[in-house]
């Protein structure tokens, strides 16, 4: 089982706003990094740290944090954000690595 | 550009073992922790382990302590993750991700493409 909880499904209107969440007890001391991914395709980093970008990743996504939930937000939702979303952490004893369950999105 | 480039798909028998090899071009391969992860047809992402390529430290998921080993070439910037004692239930596909290393707020920004692996009698 995984130390970080996600929603299995999710949908949203498209151009409408999300917000996926993702809750667990590591969270109270680790941000959430949170990862897209598309049939058939590798996970792709979409926000780490407090509220960070990669290069190439729309700002329609966004990250935050309170407690032990991190949410990624995705503000306007576009038809190519349709796909599953992974956050991970360090798990609670800061020596490894958990992802949650994942999150589908789908788009109206 | 930085990218890991996995060897190809493998069919192996229950009982084997198999090696997933893992090859960095476009950075210091040293510089960056190699997390190995994996997933099963429609399921999600499981975390196996992680190496540090410079000092060749490593740190395994319980579920998988005792029969992964995560190993390294430096001389031709490759990393290699070996699952012994295979079982039907761990075909997957196996992906290794490049990490930071020693940040509190861990994260993985480069992926392989993935590598099948397929556990059959």
């Known amino acids: 089982s995984s130390e970080l909880t996600q929603d299995p499904a999710v949908s949203v209107a498209l151009g409408q706003t999300v917000r996926i969440t993702c809750q667990g007890d590591s969270l109270r001391s680790y941000y959430a990094t949170w990862y897209q991914q598309k049939p058939g395709q590798a996970p792709v980093l979409v926000i780490y740290g407090k509220n960070n970008r990669p290069s190439g990743i729309p700002d329609r996504f966004s990250g935050s944090s309170s407690g032990n939930t991190a949410s990624l937000t995705i503000t306007g939702a576009q038809a190519e954000d349709e796909a599953d979303y992974y956050c991970n952490s360090r798990d609670s004893s800061g020596n490894h690595v958990v992802f949650g369950g994942g999150t589908k999105l789908t788009v109206l | 550009q930085v990218q890991l480039v996995q060897s190809g798909a493998e069919v192996k028998k229950p009982g084997a073992s198999v090696k997933v090899s893992c090859k960095a071009s476009?950075?210091?391969?040293?510089?960056?922790?190699i997390n190995w992860v994996r997933q099963a047809t429609g399921q999600g992402l499981e975390w196996m382990g992680w190496m540090n390529p410079d000092s060749g430290n490593t740190g395994y998921a319980q579920k998988f302590q005792g029969r992964a080993t995560m190993t390294r070439d430096t001389s031709i910037s490759t990393a290699y993750m070996e699952l012994s004692s295979l079982i039907s239930e761990d075909t997957a596909v196996y992906y290794c991700?490049?990490?930071?290393?020693?940040?509190?707020?861990?994260?993985?920004?480069?992926w392989g493409k993935g590598t099948t692996v397929t556990v059959s009698s």
């Open positions: 476009g950075y210091t391969f040293t510089s960056y922790d």
């Open positions: 991700a490049r990490g930071p290393p020693g940040i509190t707020h861990y994260y993985m920004d480069v």
